[in-house]
């Protein structure tokens, strides 16, 4: 999932949003098995949106629903970045 807006900070939401990738960024790289990527030119986002999701089916990262209940702060965040059938899909 790619949201190329998703990037762009704009007021309080976008800080919400900045501090989600942070958030999906750090689990993402605790977890075992997961590499982040080289400069290969490819935001935050888009390397979050793309491991994100394989790290929750592996079992390395909280699921959605998880990540919703420690975070409660970013819930708006996390339902605009898991989109509801993207969401479903990850779901451990």
């Known amino acids: 999932m790619r949201d190329e807006t998703f ?10 949003r900045d501090r989600l990738l942070e958030v999906l960024a750090q689990y993402l790289l605790v977890s075992p ?8 030119g490819m935001t935050t986002g888009e390397v979050v949106a793309e491991a994100y999701p ?6 390395h990262v909280p ?4 990540l919703a209940r420690r975070h409660a702060d ?7 970045f898991f989109l509801p059938d993207h969401a479903a899909r990850i779901a451990a």
């Not at 394989?54 to 079992?59: F, L, Y």
């Not at 699921?63 to 998880?66: L, T």
């Open 33 to 40: 098995g997961c590499s982040w990527p080289g400069s290969d």
């Open 63 to 66: 699921a959605v629903a998880e």
């Open 7 to 16: 990037g762009r900070t704009h007021g309080s939401c976008g800080r919400e």
């Open 54 to 59: 394989a790290a929750v089916r592996a079992g």
């Open 74 to 80: 970013l819930s708006e965040a996390i339902a605009a």
